[in-house]
């Protein structure tokens, strides 16, 4: 067969699934699993926001599929009634593929963590990214492993004292987001677990984009790392500490607006005081821009230490996806086998055929 | 070998003979096994029965002239059913030293030997360590040597093309071939037109490789030196229509129809891996059938792919050898916690770790039998033969769809490989797979609540609801799930039921009772295989047999579960004899159920089983010669 050009995604994320006129509810998602996290778990918080925002895509619960591999999040398929499937450390996203690519009437979620998505599972993270699989990837990252009681994380800071780095971890986490980018990803965004208005529109645009969404979540784990994220969430500095991105906006911040993003001497970004260098210096953001520099420049934009932490959808780009390419190719070549009348019995005989007949006809 | 002797129209002596064994040996880039694919397609075409054996290196190209880089191609054609590519050697053509060196030893004394000379050089000679010519000394003169300037005469006969002398070169297999298909009494028309498809975008060198074919059949026509020529009659195989097939084309064929027979489009989930990436080559093409094929990152992301797809409603298969098994194995464990139908194909090379990647081997038995964490039984199928692949693939996909299970399906490099001609099946008469989705609730309480684990009583299976089925919404995973409601259990009494269960329920698959041949009836030792060594088996029980000695054969196709007369039968013979090219890995199993005293015949050289070698083990058992 020749090559067959790859369809541009016409389509969202969702608009091969079918809908139902019915009203959803939460509690419709919301299985008869007794929910099982540790009190005070950041993923309760996420839970809540995902069963809430799920009514709103008006899907049929029949095809929606949740599937997580192992970790305390990897739970979050029994606690909510669609299909779902809780499978292996890491490879949730080989299953996610499977199903993506024979079906297209589903809409398929992947639930992971840090350990899981970033560590065992490292690989299929970054290929289903780059084949841009239709997935929506919900990565929950407490920098910590916790069902394994407390080791340090892919991406736990520098020098993270845990059980088994008692004298603090030597080796350099990654950055999600950044890691994601540099895979090719066409969809990125970032929330914070107990943000619920900014989670419920990082996740209502990833579940709309058609191709593979990768959102992370910065999540609580209260056990094992906990407050790690307080200073996003109280103190003095919080506005002066997180940037959310609104799209087509000068990407400013503060209780005022008093900062902005700039770009740097370096060909970077960084931070400013408006008033020292004019509105005009402020980037604006565009998520739809091919080009991933900036929005790798922004995942950049501190170090993990928080100092500057931006939520909000980082990337929003369209490039065809796997399952939309290979079906296609399946339904070309059915559509050719058609026309040349293909058949099993067919194939089975091939070019090269010879007969045996009975034996008195054989004899010489 | 030789029956009658007549004189053919060159005035050339025509000998018949029932069977010929031959050897295409040269250099990895000599394109033997192209030349002996060829060969082959002739001697199918004309209806003799035969079975091949390539031989080459895991190198793409290892340096050229040495003796690693030898490759070669063995073919056994014949006027009656065979079994085996040949022990030995009739003739061997030797297209450089390495390739004589490599393979003399093979052949036996009074051999036909085709030697290339233009590669004797002395540079080429002492690259594999020959100190003299062995062209010129005396160490050929046991067997009966035609000297052939192969690379020269390619040359002349292309001079007219203007190509280089180094390209002209290249086309000297099919002077080979050309030479041997003169020799057998093959005709030039399929070859002709095979080079021309082959080389169709490029048809001066179809015109070329032509011009060479022609020259080598014409070089045995016109010189004297072939005093004799061969004919091997067509073989009087089954009354049907019959086409050459590899075991890999076989195992594709087989995954292909068991999706046409399920009515469930075929998913492919797999990583490139020798000797089994031919598979995913052949099923690529067969999109249009149905078969959606995707390459993953890697071993795990193949299996897992597959099983999401199962998950969701489509056949799914998975295709790889033994180090991907080592990396798919707990995705197998969780298929099995799952409960979801998935098919394995491993198609077994030499081992362990990396190993001997074209060589063959049976060593994955094991590893199929208890490679997993837990109590994870795994149904196992192991074909006989290439033809052989297509039938088990679909009684593999049988297994898996009805009892909703993985299934492992045991091939190996030699059958991969290997050809023979195949009865095409009349696929009215293929068997019915198709299956039924789970559409209702079923709980037993009568709540209107779906129980994915409820099992059907008779197989022992959970029913299949697929996503997208309304109120059937669900959730499983590798968590221990409570018996029939399916929800997370870590109750002890259910965890030891459902171990149970599972165990249960590939123990009461259906499998034929094993059927033994025993032609004299009277035979007090049996000979028990699987898999690809069916056919030295086979030839080494005939040779027994021959002799005057009886001895019986059964050969298992289901290694998990066994069939039910398996330790019946074991206990009726004196003496068991198994032969596997492993360690024992059979005998280790039936002395473990059954406590039969087994004798375990292993060889781990990467190459079949002979049949000589195994009517010297068999003669020996018969007359209690054997080793305790």
């Known amino acids: 067969m020749t090559a067959t050009d790859l369809p541009t995604p016409a389509v969202g994320g969702l608009d091969l699934v079918p809908t139902t006129d019915e009203q959803q509810k939460a509690k419709d998602f919301t299985s008869d699993q007794e929910v099982r996290w ?48 809780h499978s292996i450390h890491g490879r949730a996203p080989t299953i996610a593929t499977g199903l ?122 209260p056990i094992f790392n906990d407050g790690s994220f307080d200073v996003l969430r109280k103190g003095d500095d919080v506005a002066e500490r997180l940037i959310k991105l609104v799209d087509g906006e000068p990407i400013l911040f503060g209780n005022e607006g008093e900062y902005g993003v700039v770009r740097s001497a370096s060909g970077g970004l960084e931070v400013a005081r408006v008033a020292d260098v004019g509105e005009d210096a402020v980037v604006v953001h565009h998520a739809d821009e091919q080009d991933p520099t900036q929005s790798f420049a922004l995942s950049r ?20 996806t796997y399952d939309d390419g290979a079906r296609a190719q399946v339904a070309a070549a059915k559509e050719q086998a058609e026309a040349r009348g293909d058949n099993l019995d067919a194939l089975l005989r091939g070019k090269d055929t010879w007969a045996v007949l009975p034996e008195p006809e054989n004899e010489q | 070998m030789s029956t009658d002797t007549a004189v053919g129209p060159s005035g050339r002596e025509v000998r018949q003979t029932h069977r010929v064994v031959i050897r295409f040996a040269g250099d990895s880039g000599d394109g033997m096994q192209l030349t002996g694919d060829r060969f082959t ?260 992301a193949g299996i897992g792919a597959a099983l999401g797809a199962s998950f969701g409603g489509s056949l799914g298969v998975t295709s790889t050898s ?66 052989d692949c297509f039938d088990a693939a679909l009684d593999a996909v049988r297994m898996a769809l009805t009892y909703r299970t993985p299934v492992f399906l045991l091939s190996d490099g030699s059958i991969a490989n290997g050809s023979e001609p195949w009865r095409i099946p009349d696929v009215d008469a293929l068997p019915d797979l198709s299956v039924t989705f789970a559409t209702e609730a079923n709980a037993p309480d009568g709540s209107g609540e779906f129980w994915p684990y409820l099992r059907d009583a008779d197989t022992l299976a959970r029913p299949w609801a697929i996503p997208g089925t309304a109120g059937l919404e669900h959730r499983i995973g590798g968590l221990e799930k409570a018996d029939g409601p399916g929800t997370i259990s870590y109750d002890p009494d259910n965890h030891d039921r459902m171990v149970r269960l599972r165990q249960a329920k590939i123990d009461g698959i259906e499998v034929p009772d094993l059927t033994v041949h025993d032609p004299d009836g009277d035979a007090e030792v049996l000979v028990l295989g699987w898999g690809s060594s069916y056919g030295p088996i086979g030839a080494a029980c005939r040779r027994v047999r021959a002799a005057g000695l009886s001895v019986a054969q059964a050969h298992l196709r289901h290694l998990n579960p066994m069939p039910r007369n398996l330790g019946d039968v074991l206990r009726s013979y004196r003496r068991v004899v198994a032969p596997e090219m492993n360690l024992g890995q059979l005998s280790m199993l039936l002395r473990a159920r059954f406590l039969v005293d087994a004798h375990s015949y292993t060889k781990v050289a990467g190459l079949p089983f002979q049949a000589e070698e195994l009517a010297g083990v068999l003669t020996d058992a018969v007359k209690g010669d054997l080793p305790a």
């Open chain 1, 100 to 221: 993506a690519v024979t079906r297209p009437d589903l809409s398929v979620w992947v639930v992971t963590g840090d350990g899981d998505a970033l560590s065992i599972g490292g690989n299929h993270l970054i290929h289903a990214l780059r084949r841009n699989m239709n997935i929506t990837i919900l990565l929950f990252n407490n920098r910590i492993y916790g069902l394994t009681k407390g080791q340090y994380s892919p991406t736990s800071e520098v020098g993270k004292v845990t059980k088994s780095t008692p004298m603090g971890s030597v080796d350099a986490p990654f950055n999600p987001v950044s890691l994601a980018l540099g895979a090719e990803a066409t969809f990125v965004g970032r929330a914070l677990d107990s943000d619920r208005k900014g989670l419920t529109e990082v996740l209502r645009q990833a579940a709309a984009h058609r191709g593979a969404s990768l959102v992370e979540i910065f999540q609580d784990c």
């Open chain 2, 41 to 300: 397609s002739e001697a199918a075409a004309f209806g003799n029965d035969l079975a091949t054996l390539p031989n080459f290196p895991a190198e793409i190209r290892a340096p050229a002239g040495t003796l690693p880089g030898v490759s070669s191609f063995q073919l056994h054609f014949a006027d009656y059913d065979i079994l085996t590519p040949g022990d030995r050697p009739d003739v061997l053509v030797a297209m450089n030293p390495a390739a004589l060196k490599a393979n003399l030893a093979d052949l036996p004394h009074g051999g036909v030997l085709i030697v290339n000379t233009d590669e004797f050089t002395k540079r080429n000679l002492a690259k594999v360590g020959y100190e003299s010519n062995p062209l010129e000394d005396d160490s050929l003169d046991p067997y009966t040597v035609h000297q052939v300037a192969m690379a020269t005469l390619t040359r002349g006969a292309l001079e007219p093309t203007g190509m280089s002398k180094k390209d002209a070169e290249r086309a000297k297999n099919m002077f080979a071939l050309g030479l041997l298909s003169w020799m057998y009494h093959r005709g030039t028309e399929g070859t002709e037109q095979f080079l021309r498809e082959k080389f169709a975008k490029k048809p001066e060198l179809a015109e070329a490789n032509i011009l060479a074919f022609r020259a080598g059949w014409n070089y045995g026509e016109t010189t004297e030196s072939f005093a004799v020529t061969y004919e091997v009659a067509p073989a009087r195989l089954a009354e049907g229509t019959y086409r050459q097939i590899t075991g890999n084309l076989a195992l594709a064929y087989g995954v292909v129809a068991a999706g046409q027979q399920a009515k469930l489009p075929v998913f492919l989930g797999t990583y490139p891996i020798t000797p089994a990436s031919d598979v995913l080559h052949e099923l690529s093409k067969h999109k249009g059938m149905g078969v959606t094929t995707f390459q993953a990152e890697d071993e795990i």
């Open chain 1, 38 to 85: 540790c009190p005070g778990c950041g993923d309760y918080a996420v839970l809540a926001s995902v069963r809430s925002f799920l009514p709103e895509l008006g899907l049929r619960r029949e095809n929606i599929v949740f599937v997580s591999g192992i970790g305390c999040s990897s739970r979050f398929p029994y606690y909510l009634d669609t299909y779902g499937m």
């Open chain 2, 322 to 387: 033994g180090p991907g098994v080592a990396l798919k194995s707990e995705t197998i464990g969780l298929a099995v916690a799952l409960e979801l139908p998935l098919l394995i194909l491993d198609v077994q090379r030499g081992g362990p770790s990396t190993g001997l990647p074209t060589k063959t081997e049976q060593a994955d038995l094991l590893q199929a039998m208890y490679g997993r964490n837990g109590e994870a039984p795994v149904p196992i199928i192991a074909p006989q033969s290439p033809a």
């Open chain 1, 301 to 320: 934009l501190s170090d993990q230490d928080l100092t500057h932490t931006i939520t909000g959808v980082f990337r929003k780009v369209d490039r065809p």
